[in-house]
């Protein structure tokens, strides 16, 4: 998932190779269709991370414990160089413009 402000949301892992990139000054682009950009984030509706179930990292953990397992985690925009898509290259802040420009009736 894309948000209006440009933020990814994609499997556990990509944050790190974004980081690394960044570290590195190695460009770091995403390849997505626009399809994947949720216009209702640019009216404050915060992305869901699905969670998945406890027993895939440990089925009997002890009491007590609480383990988390999210399946996508967040690059943020400073971290992505661009966005490859159907629409072209372009800086993922700028979504939103390409998203209604090239799907006006979905918006």
Known sequence: SVTSEGT????????????????????????????????????????KIEMRETSEIWEKPPKGLEILNPAFETVSRRYIDGLITEAGIFASSHVHTYFTKLYPDMV
Request: a neutral charge; zero cysteines.
């Open 8 to 47: 990814v949301l994609n499997k556990i892992g990509s944050r790190l190779l974004a980081l690394v990139a960044h570290e590195e000054h190695v460009p770091f682009y995403v390849a997505t269709p626009l399809l994947k950009y949720n216009p209702q984030t640019s009216f404050g509706v915060i992305e």
